[in-house]
């Protein structure tokens, strides 16, 4: 008997049926990790918030202590005069 245009198929069909598999337990362990990106952004703008927020207290800091600098001369004058 001559052999068919087609050979045995089944170990070919078990491995595609294996290959998918793994890819769809890959993705699915993978998932969660996607949804990660918005908790990074999230993050990254609270961080941005934060820093602002630290910027403009070094730069209130820096202005009260200026202001407290006058005021101790203005009364070392003062006691002078």
Do not use: F
Request: hydrophobic share 35%.
């Amino acid at each position: 008997m001559a052999p068919g245009p087609v050979g045995y198929t089944c170990p070919d069909i078990n491995e595609a049926i294996s290959l998918t598999e793994d890819v769809i337990s890959a993705a699915d362990k993978l998932s969660p990790l996607v949804g990660r990106r918005g908790l990074l952004e999230e993050l990254r703008n609270a961080n941005e918030k934060l820093r602002s927020w630290g910027e403009q207290l070094t730069i209130d800091l820096e202005v009260a202590n200026n202001r407290i600098n006058e005021l101790q001369d203005e009364i070392h004058e003062l006691r002078n005069t």
